[in-house]
């Protein structure tokens, strides 16, 4: 996959680390950074028109989506995103209405969370591009690399409504006809519960490409094997509208929501979706119902 | 002019601002945000080939470019750089080595003055372009609204060597044959002049544009004037290659050198070559030799 050869690359040019970086380019959601008794996190994403923007999607939803894809990196790691930064390149037929809604998007959401939005960069080109950089604190950052044997698996909710909704609008549907649509075009980021799984999570990342990803990242990093329980899950959100195959599939491997995915030790206080467990060895698995597991494979839907 | 409706609408949308937030979205060269008993600085810049790259720029320069508009912007401040995050889109035609050679360029500059690349984000577009985003901190914070009447002006060199390269190029010369061709295409930032001033300087910013936009932002923000004396200046580098007038020309309102400008009291500590000083008033003028003064205006020359 060329994308991946172009981030071995980039990670094998930036390896070197200043002593109090944590994490840095390309290791985990985010870089992580000592700054005397606090940890600084930093994240930076860029959304550009023919890859992201369905042709549906508002100006209002883009500047949702271009501060939420970077938020989602933050609550991935347990920090507090307290400042945003953006470049936004605009291309011609983006009149000032267009402008204001997708800032307005942007301020909305940055509102909700106590983000100061404090500098951006405006230049024209021949498509839409934003970029975002997100910085947050935190007391106590999570990591891809910490899941150990004994541990369960938790989610912040299913994942796949993000990618039915994609399917549904592709085939043709309204928007107002398709279910989901906000999981598609204005997922929330997922700090509260970020925050509140740093306290006890081992390991946690944001799912946004696929669950199967995300977990398999989980235990390749932290040399551990994961097991999904096809038993604890419900997944009957999705079994209203598509068969069940067709909804374990998009379980684990449609992206686009923004849910979050991390281990921990059994424990009263967790707030989750409880879907498997950690063991010794390596790989994802899904252990089926009927007996038996099969593979869970390293690959997940691109959004379109 | 168009982007300054856009950047307008910005500043207006982001108009509220945290506590702790001394310097927003649109008002300096960086955001500045107060963190325990120091500052933390922000910026986000961003470049395209269309509009930032001349066909002859190495994909090295590229990459020193795309830091150095960021660190510049620190250095303006009066900030240390500690950390540099990019988003890059990749064109076809774009190979691994040609990548590879761009960020080698952000490593080498980054490595120069001990800044840490810890993130990035690579995708696919029909055109090259690179985000970028720094932080760095401050003891003491220097904006473009602290001059005054009284104080001096000081910049860290002439410019106008960058915009007369540019124009060398663009009339058909190789590389080889035009002169200051590293201001144009491998501008340094500067970094400890901007430390160092930040001691003294009561108002400060870094030149992109040209002088004549910098001096009007402090005259503006600061409430002053500024008179700019022909006498004290040394434009003997440009009268080398072009005539009085034309090398008066590139001084003011070239665009492309990464210089400093700032305003301090007279002290015998001050590095920098002094150009003019601050009274009450407005506008910013330029007092000939051959006496009476003219108006230096609000405007340099775009880079291509």
């Not at 508002?58 to 609550?75: C, K, T």
């Not at 950052?141 to 592709?170: C, H, N, Y």
């Not at 899950?233 to 209203?240: H, I, R």
């Not at 879907?275 to 252990?287: D, N, R």
Request: hydrophobic residues 40%; contains cysteine.
């Amino acid at each position: 996959m060329k994308e991946f050869d172009f981030i071995k690359i980039a990670s094998n040019i930036f390896r070197k680390k200043k002593e109090e970086v944590i994490a840095g380019a390309g290791e985990d959601d985010c870089a992580v950074v000592r700054v005397n008794d606090k940890y600084l996190l930093f994240t930076a994403d860029s959304l550009h028109e023919k890859t992201d923007f369905p042709k549906q999607m508002l100006p209002l939803e883009i500047g949702h989506m271009a501060l939420a894809v970077n938020l989602s990196d933050l609550a991935g790691s347990g920090a507090k995103p307290e400042y945003f930064l953006y470049t936004i390149s605009l291309r011609e037929g983006i009149d000032e209405e267009f402008f204001s809604q997708i800032l307005t998007g942007i301020k909305n959401l940055a509102d909700k969370y106590d983000v100061g939005v404090i500098g951006g960069d405006i230049d024209f080109a021949d498509e839409l591009y934003i970029s975002g950089f997100a910085a947050g604190f935190a007391e106590r950052f999570v990591l891809q690399s910490g899941a150990r044997p004994g541990d369960k698996v938790w989610m912040t909710d299913i994942t796949g409504k993000a990618q039915l909704a994609l399917e549904m609008l592709f085939s043709g549907k309204e928007r107002d006809e398709v279910p989901f649509i906000k999981s598609l075009l204005t997922p929330e980021p997922r700090i509260d519960e970020g925050l509140k799984a740093s306290s006890y999570a081992s390991a946690m990342t944001d799912i946004s490409d696929s669950l199967a990803i995300s977990l398999n990242l989980i235990a390749r990093k932290s040399g551990v094997k994961i097991e999904i329980l096809e038993d604890l899950l419900d997944l009957s959100e999705l079994t209203e509208i598509v068969n069940y195959n067709k909804a374990l599939e998009l379980f684990l491997y449609g992206g686009g929501d923004f849910e979050l995915v991390f281990t921990a030790e059994e424990d009263e206080d967790i707030n989750g979706m409880e879907i498997g467990k950690v063991e010794e060895g390596e790989g994802v698995k899904l252990k089926r119902k009927s007996g038996g597991s099969v593979e869970v494979q390293f690959r997940g839907y691109s959004h379109f």
